[in-house]
């Protein structure tokens, strides 16, 4: 396809369990963010990729929260021992290498901690 | 630290009519763009228009227009002809770029917009 694609869609997960979050970003974009968005709130930066390189990853709210692109392309953000506070949807956006590229934004996966 | 403001939760506009969406921000930096993206309930975050920073001239992209003002750090979003479809939460979004650690966007807490049949 050719846009971002994420998935799932939606995730319930029970308190304690482990999930992954999977991105596909745009054939031949360098950088991948990952993004977490609480209800009626704006998109929070949690990690940055070039490529393969986990350049940024300052905005991980906790060492639960782990992110890879091993190959720099398919991402994923794991989550482990899931807590009630991580329900959000975490957004995945990709872009090109450049001063005036704009981020290019998947649907999102909502998760939903019980 | 960059913070963007939206000051305005909540707004509707009548179809066919203008409504203008505000958004002011604060940061050191002489080099910068901005953003304005649009999110429908599909959640998929959908760019509007992109303003340089040191370009002087508004961006316009179709109905959608921006009151870029530098000195007042100021950038709204002018959308003309309303059109149900325009419904969404909009978000004003920051960013520097060219940085090691990559763009940095930094975004405002959102607009949600309804237009009226």
């Known amino acids: 396809g050719a846009g971002v694609s994420q998935s799932p869609r939606y995730k319930v997960a029970k308190r304690g369990q482990d999930v992954a979050l999977r991105c596909d970003p745009i054939?031949?974009?360098?950088?991948l963010f990952w993004y977490q968005q609480a209800l009626g709130q704006g998109p929070e930066f949690l990690t940055y990729f070039q490529n393969e390189a986990q350049l940024d990853k300052s905005g991980l709210p906790s060492d639960r929260f782990f992110a890879e692109r091993p190959e720099g392309s398919v991402s994923t953000l794991k989550i482990q021992r899931t807590q009630q506070e991580d329900s959000a949807v975490y957004l995945c956006a990709s872009s090109l290498f450049g001063r005036a590229s704009a981020l290019h934004f998947g649907n999102g996966t909502r998760l939903t901690v019980t | 630290a960059q913070t963007v403001t939206q000051s305005q939760p909540e707004m509707s506009v009548q179809e066919a009519e203008t409504v203008t969406l505000s958004c002011t921000y604060d940061?050191?930096?002489?080099?910068?763009?901005l953003f304005w993206y649009k999110q429908p309930p599909s959640r998929q975050m959908i760019l509007v228009i992109r303003?340089?920073?040191?370009?002087?001239q508004n961006a316009t992209e179709n109905r959608f227009s921006v009151n870029f003002q530098k000195a007042a750090k100021s950038f709204s979003l002018k959308i003309s002809d309303s059109q149900l479809g325009d419904t969404a939460m909009y978000f004003c979004?920051?960013?520097?770029?060219?940085?090691?650690?990559?763009?940095?966007?930094?975004f405002g807490t959102g607009t949600s917009l309804t237009v009226i049949p």
């Open positions: 979004a920051f960013m520097k770029p060219y940085r090691i650690s990559g763009n940095q966007f930094y």
């Open positions: 940061t050191s930096e002489s080099n910068y763009y």
């Open positions: 303003q340089e920073a040191y370009k002087q």
């Open positions: 054939s031949g974009h360098v950088s």
